[in-house]
């Protein structure tokens, strides 16, 4: 009976192993923090700070290596075998919350205020089915208005592809780049005002 006994500790290393590289692109949380960045830097009338986080929390990343205390009334008997904390591993939340993050945001809601959102509304900009911003019609933009506007949309395109990058690392997965760009390219789209131009999947322009 001897060569039976280390088998269930095999089993669990094997399962361990198998949970914690199942680890996949959280869409549904990445979709909610694209939707509280995107708002946050076009929304001409900012709710003031009052303390409240606004939901913010909850995408806020559960420290690594460090025992999660939801739900602590509950028993869970993976955590017997280390398989507990593996699990939640491969759920990860998406956290848009660090210092250059939060830097870039601040900049790009700058930007949107002072120069782009006034050039949106005169459609000569539009967003692109890529994440950027795209200058649609020069023609709508008073001919002392057109360097300042393309200036600010390089700018803000630049920092929309620090921003995909910045977030995919921050979570802890590079490779998730793509994935959150194609997210918030959708979102910008989501949450473009009235009149507002975009292009479509086809690159074809369209107005909400």
């Known amino acids: 009976m001897k060569p039976w006994i280390g088998l269930p500790f095999a089993a669990a290393l094997v399962l361990t192993a198998c949970v914690t590289i199942n680890v996949y692109f959280p869409a549904a ?41 939801e739900g602590a009334g509950s028993f869970d008997p993976w955590m017997l075998l280390g398989i507990g904390q593996a699990r939640a591993q491969s759920q990860p939340d998406i956290t848009i919350r660090t210092p250059a993050i939060q830097a870039i945001q ?36 008073a001919l002392k208005d057109r360097v300042a506007v393309n200036n600010a949309v390089a700018d ?32 910008w789209i989501e949450s473009a005002r009235p009149g507002w131009w975009y292009q479509d999947a086809s690159g074809n322009w369209k107005q909400k």
């Open 29 to 69: 949380e990445a979709k909610e923090a694209a939707r509280e960045f995107v708002e946050k830097v076009i929304d001409e009338n900012p709710p003031a700070d009052n303390g409240n986080d606004g939901g913010m929390a909850l995408l806020q990343p559960r420290a690594h290596g460090g025992p999660s205390f």
């Open 106 to 141: 601040s900049r790009m809601e700058a930007r949107f205020s002072s120069t782009l959102r006034a050039a949106f509304d005169a459609g000569a900009l539009g967003f692109g089915n890529d994440g950027m911003i795209v200058v649609r019609d020069a023609g709508k933009l």
């Open 156 to 187: 803000d395109n630049r920092d929309r592809k620090a921003v995909y990058r910045e977030i995919a690392v921050a979570n802890g997965h590079p490779e998730w780049e793509s994935q959150i760009r194609r997210v918030f390219a959708q979102q």
